[in-house]
């Protein structure tokens, strides 16, 4: 069966790249032929010079402008800075290495005029559907470029948050009613789609859980570290996490290795790609995010962990996932001490849903053989 994917994969973030990899060979070890739509639309691109986001400027022809020609030389600076950057080739490597992708795309018009060929389009996974961002307001990933008589479905989309604005709840409730097997990735998305007259969703588990530890080995990187560590992924720089960390680290005499620059870290793995981050993961002694697929890969590879609470509102999905295995208390806002997590009860209960989410799949599958 042709199989093609639609998700965010040409982010420079290792949970995006991992999703995306997951749902793609997973359903390649079913004996199907997958690849990733490599669409990259304009407002994803990492340079953008002309790009005014401020709603009062945007509004404003002369302050739009005026906006636009202070950001330029920043803008500019900024791009050939990434440009050379290492932590763009190594997810440039990666993502050449392991990712199978269709022609290129730029809009969304160009997938609708030049039609991608496949018996099944999946939108997902990741925060494919968070309105907060671009790509949740963009029509592809809610595949309303494929042809009417093509099968659909959605795998583990996020809103990532728990809920979205009013004035967008029609056009969201079109397009995911045109879809045509839904799953979300939250329990809190079920409540958001309701809310919009959708009973038919279900919810999976994000596709990182679809392969197992052994699996994902096959991909991580052979970096060895010197020290026994606490890693940190910290997208925010909170106060929280960097209080959390020191203390961890001298109560339990570990280094602190983190995933962003900070003034308190021994050693930073920003420059790195996923596989390092794999490989990160798996031999940290503790590992404190506030990141879902850190913590993901924290379950994966039955790690020590805690969640800081995320500023920005969209703790949903860590909630969800971490209440669904019965460990919701590594959810916290301040530093405390936990008890060993057993991995065997939360195993069981995770196993289950992986069990479910493949059930999903299947359940698509069938319907296209069917079809």
């Known amino acids: 069966m042709k199989i093609r994917t639609i998700t965010c994969h040409k982010a420079d973030n290792h949970g995006a790249n991992l999703q995306a990899y997951a749902l793609m060979h997973y359903l390649e070890s079913l004996n199907n032929d997958v690849e990733i739509i490599d669409y990259v639309p304009d407002w994803f691109k990492h340079f953008r010079p002309f790009y005014c986001g401020t709603p009062r400027f945007a509004a404003n022809p002369v302050l739009k402008f005026a906006y636009i020609c202070a950001k330029f030389p920043s803008r500019v600076k900024s791009y050939r800075k990434y440009k050379k950057s290492a932590r763009k080739a190594n997810f440039d490597a990666f993502r050449a290495k392991y990712y199978k992708l269709t022609a290129h795309y730029e809009s969304f018009d160009a997938l609708v005029s030049e039609p991608v060929d496949a018996d099944l389009f999946i939108a997902g996974s990741d925060q494919i559907w968070n309105t907060m961002m671009d790509n949740g307001k963009d029509p592809a990933y809610y595949l309303q470029f494929v042809p009417d008589e093509k099968v659909t479905a959605s795998y583990a989309a996020s809103f990532s948050v728990s809920e ?3 004035e967008l709840k029609p056009q969201i409730k079109k397009r995911i009613d045109s879809i045509d097997y839904v799953s979300v990735r939250e329990k809190s998305a079920i409540d958001i789609l309701e809310d919009m007259g959708i009973y038919n969703a279900e919810v999976v588990l994000d596709p990182v859980f679809l392969l197992n530890q052994e699996q994902w080995r096959e991909i991580e990187s052979n970096a060895e570290f010197d020290d026994d560590y606490i890693l940190v992924y910290d997208f925010e720089g909170t106060e929280e996490v960097r209080n959390f960390a020191v203390k961890y680290a001298k ?3 570990l280094k602190i290795y983190s995933l962003y620059k900070n003034n308190y870290c021994n050693k930073c793995f920003e420059d790195y790609g996923p596989d390092v981050f794999l490989s990160l993961v798996k031999n940290a002694a503790f590992v404190l995010s506030n990141s879902f697929h850190a ?22 999905r860590m909630i969800d996932l971490l209440d669904s295995v019965g460990i919701f208390d590594r959810i916290v806002s301040e ?7 057993q991995y065997s009860t939360v195993k069981e209960l995770l196993d289950k849903q992986i069990k479910d989410s493949k059930s999903f799949l299947d359940l698509v599958l069938e319907g296209v053989s069917e079809s």
């Open 164 to 166: 979205i604005p009013e």
């Open 295 to 316: 913590t993901a890969f924290s379950l994966i590879y039955e790690k020590e962990f805690c969640v800081i609470k995320r500023q920005e509102g969209i703790n949903s």
């Open 251 to 253: 109560e339990h005499n």
């Open 335 to 341: 530093y405390k001490e936990f008890t060993e997590i």
